[in-house]
């Protein structure tokens, strides 16, 4: 089981455009968080989905920001425009049925917008 | 609001030392908290939880409502140990609150 894949491992791009951060759950998890982690502020929690739906993007830092889950076995996260403030780790974790089973991370992707 | 403070960003012990990696957190409501690991290139996975009352490689951590902690502790630490920890609180039935992380370094 590759467990939770998230791609690209690493991104760099210029301010002002459109990034997108993939995530492919395990399968047979009803549950998938996206978190951001920075120096600054940690791991924090942007989003979660429950069976496909978006439950709570509260954490979500601004319109730019937005996420999808269209299939049990995907889900992206997109910034547009973004900017150099967005530069972080990005984390897509899943787990099954409710949040305290274990939550699986994936590697991350390493956001660096110039 | 809900928060979890990890006091240390580093903590170094000999091998063989014990150690104490401290989390403390606020929440108005019935607290559930965790302890998250990730070891140099690897995923960060969960270690341990409150409600399970289990020893995983040896750590263990208590739930003290009465300090509203939850330290995690092992009395022999080995090199193998070091690695990143976070303490995690969940709230709102599904949702995670991270500490900002304790980096452990045990030296030989």
């Known amino acids: 089981d590759a467990g939770v894949i998230q791609s690209p491992r690493h991104e760099v791009t210029e301010m002002g455009q459109e990034v997108t951060l993939r995530c492919k759950p395990i399968?047979?998890?009803?549950?998938l968080f996206w978190y951001r982690q920075t120096m600054m502020r940690g791991l924090e929690l942007l989003i979660y989905?429950?069976?496909?739906?978006?439950?709570?993007d509260s954490g979500m830092p601004e319109d730019r920001f937005s996420a999808k889950m269209p299939n049990a076995s995907f889900s992206t996260l997109k910034i547009q425009p973004s900017e150099p403030r967005d530069s972080a780790v990005y984390f897509c974790?899943?787990?099954?049925?409710?949040?305290?089973?274990?939550?699986?991370f994936g590697d991350g992707t390493r956001l660096s917008i110039l | 609001a809900q928060r979890v403070t990890q006091p240390e960003k580093l903590l170094s012990v000999f091998k063989g030392a014990p150690v104490e990696l401290k989390c403390n957190y606020s929440?108005?409501?019935?607290?559930?908290l965790f302890w998250y690991v990730q070891y140099s290139r690897q995923r960060l996975q969960l270690l341990l939880r409150?409600?399970s009352r289990e020893s995983i490689k040896g750590f263990t951590a208590d739930l003290n409502k009465g300090e509203t902690s939850f330290h995690l502790k092992k009395p022999f630490a080995q090199e193998e140990d070091s690695a990143m920890y976070y303490c995690?609180?969940?709230?709102?039935?599904?949702?995670?609150?991270f500490g900002s992380g304790t980096k452990l370094n045990v030296k030989p």
């Open positions: 974790a899943s787990s099954r049925d409710r949040a305290y089973q274990p939550q699986h």
């Open positions: 399968s047979g998890h009803d549950y």
């Open positions: 989905f429950n069976n496909n739906v978006p439950i709570d």
């Open positions: 929440y108005s409501g019935s607290p559930e």
């Open positions: 409150h409600i």
């Open positions: 995690a609180l969940l709230y709102n039935f599904n949702k995670f609150y």
